[in-house]
């Protein structure tokens, strides 16, 4: 199941919310959390819900393992751990991956087989794997209960798309935690903005994205190619950003604190600024689990971070531009390391700029998932094929889409969150009467529930489905 | 504040509570009036179903589509949409992708009427035998089939609703001002092979059978901006290089000079995809050229017109706000009365039974038929038998999507006999087979008309069902 859907909206958290406030004990909420969050996987994957549960029963008992042999086989148990973790990963992501490239290498030609990749299986995977590490290093108690861990695990909130949730975080929370109104109304409000993130800017900059970049390539002008990557660059930004927003929100709704996962990424001024600020559950679980024990920038720096940068691509995707993608970024932190003194010389405007270009190409190398798509998208994007500058459908398609670009642009910004924070500001100061406090809330609330209002239209719009007897 | 937290809390749980109440509890509709469409009706449930993910799929279908409030919720999402898709200060435009579906057949007047003769036995199709036989019988039975048609206009999805089996053709819609137009784009290795399924047709009907290429453009060829007619949109450039492609055997028609030449008068609908007939007649004229025929004057026909034509074109966009435009100016469709006495027929398969009257053009279609574009030869079926009383004795075949419809009628003037295929209908899944060669025998046939507009010629979908009529 998604959280933009009706059937999540309207059926499924109404029933969960009246259902887990139903009873005080932290033990039957823990219930009902579980509960839901395993019908709520079972809504999308019927089958690969066996494999989800399994792996946290797995986990749970590596954990149960390590705790009860400290010093006498935990390091064997841990290994076992990572080897059965990366090993369903490698199987359900990967296999058709290898394969082909097996084939390819060695002119074999096995059958590639075709695995479906189970929802969310890098996102649950990775928690739990840093579950078992934390374990073996002593960071964080070994969890006794199973339904605990698998909540831990599974907490629908979090389970398919992030953010990836630190079992040291979160352990205390899951024997105690507290849902304060003020809490439940911060949640709630959250999660009507990821929700319009989601709904009402990344659908709509999809479309716009698919229209223009998954046609006959040769028919896409140099300005189409552009505003297609740009429209995916703000996608991939309020899907991702907005699922956080609304996975957060519903944490605070149950009693939970999530760290943040997205701090306006575009608006940094170096690729090591962006990558702070982008999906960084993900950044600080390879730099913990990863980079770290690799030797850090203590030994072999540069192969660390080759090493952190493959991975972090290819984690993304079980196809070669992911790597490329990653790879793409260790260049450019490469670069950008060595040539700190010369780039502090160049105005922060600039710098902004030069960034979000190589950020906006790499969405391009994100994008095309052929490598030869690739090359013909670039290709246009810098005028060398195509249909010439601005010809092709682009200027109807640009116009079209002018009020969700400034949307778009505005909504990336920092200017929302200094708005916010100046309304904040403004109904909680030392100066601020009783008054300006329930106007501030009013106003969220009016704000967040005509995002919620339009969502719904913009769901039920999207099922508009006139009937044709089309083509002919 | 906390007692405010609370109840604004409140307020929200209560309206997701109610509403999603309202949606579970309520009487569902079945079908969309704002859509032209059944809504999809609740799954039943199966393991296998469950398993394989297509029930929880139906399932979030029909709940979309039966959600409480859905026709006012999409009134307000046409509103958004005027956001979302800027139109621009005074003028209106519009530009999306469309995933074209429908490729296993087309629409027809009978559809369900077929069915009910089919299954009420030989009774029916007897009536339906003396309806054809009496004099004049073309305007009866038309009388008769609309009043059909009003119950069978609602749309039965499970003839034309696109499936996973189906290749889909991608392109553009846009509206300029009143006029909304698709756009095809050239994939030259796919006209390759329309070019060779034409060749391969006329192999198979022999050396005695002329065989015809008629490819027209569409609308956007003459009336969009010029990005989006010329490069990889360019009709032209399609049109020219399949026919340069075809064996010299084929006589191809060059129905796009003559559209051209005429592209200042009424040749295209505005708010449907296909050609109105006046345009239908000027290739008609191009086609007498190359078959030298003597064309028909347009003076010597009687005509007549259907007012407030709002087609699919006008269909297809009309959740975006730019389809008003569409809507405040709807088409007329006018439509020119065969000069000779026809009477036709409809079959299902090549045994030619069950045979159900339609006329070649319905004069009196009612209201309730939205698609006036089905006054051609009742809208598509299998196979369409049309005798004239012209007395030369000769048999055209005429291989053709819709676009045939409105050119058909003018042929009726020059055989004696006009066959018509629809090649969607034979050879695939279930739909009973049909060897162009030995049906063409059987018939008689002297002439073959492949007619085509430039989406099929770059289909492979449609590609293949002509390839499958050569055993």
Redesign the interface.
């Known amino acids: 199941m998604v959280f933009s859907?009706?059937?999540f909206?309207?059926?499924f958290?109404?029933?969960c919310?009246?259902l887990y406030f139903a009873g005080r004990t932290v033990n039957y909420k823990n219930w009902v959390l579980v509960v839901a969050s395993v019908i709520f996987y079972a809504?999308?994957e019927?089958?690969y819900v066996i494999l989800l549960v399994m792996s946290a029963w797995l986990n749970y008992a590596f954990g149960r393992m390590i705790g009860g042999c400290r010093g006498n086989g935990d390091k064997k148990w841990m290994t076992i751990a990572v080897i059965v973790n990366l090993g369903l990963l490698a199987i359900f992501k990967y296999t058709g991956f290898l394969v082909t490239n097996l084939n390819h290498i060695a002119g074999l030609s096995l059958p590639v087989p075709k695995i479906e990749l189970p929802i969310g299986i890098s996102f649950y995977t990775f928690q739990a794997l840093s579950y078992v590490i934390d374990v073996y290093r002593g960071e964080v108690g070994v969890q006794k209960s199973y339904r605990n861990f698998l909540l831990y695990v599974a907490l629908f909130p979090q389970l398919i798309a992030g953010p990836i949730v630190r079992y040291s975080e979160i352990e205390p929370q899951l024997a105690r935690r507290k849902s304060?109104?003020?809490g439940?109304?911060y949640g709630?409000m959250r999660f009507c903005v990821g929700l319009g993130k989601k709904v009402l800017i990344a659908n709509?900059t999809g479309?716009i994205a698919?229209?223009l970049l998954?046609?006959?390539l040769?028919?896409l002008s140099t300005v189409g190619a552009w505003l297609g990557i740009l429209m995916f660059t703000f996608e991939i930004y309020f899907d991702f950003s907005g699922y956080s927003d609304m996975a957060i929100g519903l944490g605070r709704l149950f009693g939970f604190h999530y760290s943040e996962n997205f701090n306006l990424p575009y608006i940094s001024k170096s690729i090591t600024e962006f990558w702070r600020r982008w999906h960084i559950s993900l950044s600080s679980f390879f730099r913990d689990y990863v980079y770290i024990p690799l030797g850090g920038n203590r030994k072999h720096q540069f192969l660390n971070l080759f090493i952190v940068w493959g991975l972090t691509g290819l984690w993304h995707g079980a196809s070669w531009n992911f790597v490329l993608w990653g790879l793409y970024f260790f260049v450019l932190l490469w670069i950008e390391k060595h040539t700190k003194r010369q780039l502090r010389r160049v105005p922060r405007f600039a710098r902004h700029l030069l960034t979000m270009f190589f950020v906006v190409i790499g969405w391009a190398l994100f994008y095309c998932t052929s490598l030869s798509r690739l090359g013909q998208t670039l290709g246009v994007m810098f005028g060398f094929r195509g249909?010439g500058f601005a010809?092709?459908?682009?200027?109807?398609?640009l116009?079209?889409?002018?009020?969700?670009l400034v949307v778009c642009i505005l909504g990336s910004s920092a200017v929302p969150r200094i708005v916010g924070l100046a309304l904040a500001a403004w109904s909680s100061g030392e100066s601020a009467t009783?008054g300006r406090?329930?106007a501030y809330?009013?106003l969220v609330?009016a704000f967040d529930?005509a995002i919620?209002f339009?969502a719904?239209?913009?769901?039920?719009?999207s099922?508009?489905?006139?009937?044709?007897?089309?083509?002919? | 504040?906390?007692k405010?937290?609370?109840c604004?809390?409140s307020v929200?749980?209560a309206?997701?509570?109610i509403?999603?109440a309202i949606?579970?509890a309520d009487k569902d509709k079945t079908v969309s009036l704002v859509?032209?469409?059944?809504l999809a009706s609740k799954p039943a449930f199966s393991w296998s179903a469950?398993?394989n993910?297509t029930y929880?799929r139906n399932?979030?279908?029909y709940?979309?589509?039966t959600?409480p409030f859905?026709d006012s919720?999409?009134t307000?999402?046409?509103k958004?949409?005027r956001?979302?898709?800027?139109?621009?200060g005074g003028s209106n435009?519009?530009?999306?992708?469309?995933n074209?579906?429908?490729?296993k057949?087309?629409?027809a007047l009978h559809t369900a009427e077929q069915a009910a003769s089919e299954a009420a036995g030989k009774e029916t199709t007897a009536a339906a035998a003396d309806g054809t036989t009496a004099s004049g019988a073309a305007e009866t039975t038309s009388a008769e089939t609309t009043t059909a048609a009003e119950t069978t206009a609602k749309?039965d999805?499970e003839i034309?609703?696109p499936g996973e089996d189906q290749a889909t053709?991608?392109g553009?819609i846009?509206v300029?001002g009143d006029n909304a137009m698709d756009?095809p784009?050239a994939?030259y290795s796919v006209i390759d092979k329309y070019a060779a399924a034409v060749d391969d047709l006329a192999k198979a009907m022999g050396s005695g059978v002329q065989t015809y290429s008629l490819v027209t453009p569409n609308s956007g060829e003459f009336y969009s901006?010029e990005?989006?007619h010329?490069?990889?949109?360019s009709q032209k450039d399609m049109i020219d290089y399949c026919y340069s492609k075809m064996d010299k055997s084929v006589k191809t028609v060059d129905a796009y000079a003559a559209l051209r030449e005429h592209a200042d008068e009424y040749i295209y609908f505005r708010t449907d995809?296909h050609w109105t007939a006046l345009g239908a007649y000027y290739a008609y004229t191009a086609f007498c050229k190359s078959a030298g025929l003597e064309a028909v004057p347009l003076a010597d026909f009687q005509t007549g017109t259907y007012d407030s034509f709002l087609g699919?074109m006008y269909?297809?966009t009309?959740?975006y706000a730019q389809s008003d435009a569409l809507k405040k100016h709807p088409d007329t469709l006018t439509y020119y009365l065969p000069t000779h006495e026809t009477h036709a027929k409809y079959y299902a398969d090549t045994t030619l039974t069950n045979g159900v009257p339609v006329s070649v053009v319905y004069t009196k279609l009612s209201d309730s038929v939205s698609?006036k574009y089905l006054c051609f030869i009742g809208g598509?079926t299998p196979i369409c038998i049309i005798d004239t009383d012209v007395g030369n004795g000769k048999t055209c075949m005429v291989l053709k999507?819709?676009?045939g419809n409105a050119f058909i009628p003018f042929l009726t003037s020059h055989y004696s006999k006009i066959v018509v295929v629809d090649p969607?209908e034979f050879n695939h899944g279930s739909k009973p087979s049909l060897d162009i060669a030995a049906f063409g025998k059987s018939q008689g046939v002297n002439d073959l008309i492949v007619i085509n507009y430039p989406?099929?010629i770059n289909?492979t979908s449609y590609i293949d069902w002509l390839e499958r009529l050569v055993k």
Request: glycine share 10%.
């Open positions: 859907s009706l059937t909206l309207y059926c958290l109404p029933v919310i009246l809504w999308g019927p089958v304060t109104p003020e439940m109304y709630a709509y479309k698919n229209q998954d046609g006959e040769g028919s249909s010809g092709g459908q682009i200027g109807i398609t116009l079209n889409s002018i009020p969700l009783q406090r329930v809330a009013l609330f529930a919620l339009f719904t239209v913009s769901l039920i719009g099922s508009y489905n006139p009937f044709l007897y089309f083509r002919f | 504040m906390k405010l937290y609370t604004l809390l929200l749980l309206g997701l509570v509403l999603g949606s579970l859509e032209n469409r059944k469950l398993f993910g929880i399932l979030e279908t709940y979309a589509d959600f859905r919720l999409l307000v999402n046409k958004l949409n956001f979302y898709y800027y139109s621009g435009y519009l530009a999306i992708s469309y074209g579906g429908a490729e057949g087309g629409e749309p999805p034309a609703l053709a991608i553009t846009i300029v756009i784009t994939t901006p990005s989006f010329t490069g990889s949109h995809h699919s269909t297809y009309s959740g698609n598509d999507e819709s676009y969607r989406f099929m289909n």
